[in-house]
């Protein structure tokens, strides 16, 4: 029952932690460290629900974890489609005037 608790804890501080440090404007919401201590946390609290079987947090958890991964895996900007060309426009907006 501790052991839960403990890890219960350490999760929503991955999460509070980087929500905090942006409220402060000592991190920003486009960071890889901002991203990263979400995808952890959330992870850490999905398992938690799952193995509780809290389906409504597993929902809610899943769901950020999921957001976080993309935004680690593909960082704003570096997404497929989201580029900028040599000339400063996306690579959507080059294949339209392309066309």
């Known amino acids: 029952?501790?052991?839960?608790?403990?890890?219960?804890?350490?999760?929503?501080?991955?999460?509070l932690l980087p929500f905090v440090l942006v409220q402060l404007g000592r991190l920003q919401t486009r960071s890889q460290w901002y991203?990263?201590?979400n995808l952890a946390g959330s992870v850490i609290l999905?398992?938690?629900?799952?193995?509780?079987r809290q389906w409504g947090f597993l929902l809610l958890?899943?769901?950020?974890?999921?957001v976080s991964l993309r935004a680690v895996v593909w960082p704003r900007g570096h997404r497929p489609g989201h580029g900028t060309t040599e000339h400063g426009t996306t690579e959507r907006e080059a294949a339209t005037t392309d066309a």
């Open 46 to 52: 999905a398992a938690e629900a799952l193995h509780g």
């Open 1 to 15: 029952m501790l052991e839960a608790v403990v890890v219960q804890l350490a999760g929503s501080l991955l999460i």
């Open 35 to 37: 991203n990263l201590l």
């Open 61 to 66: 958890e899943g769901v950020w974890a999921l």
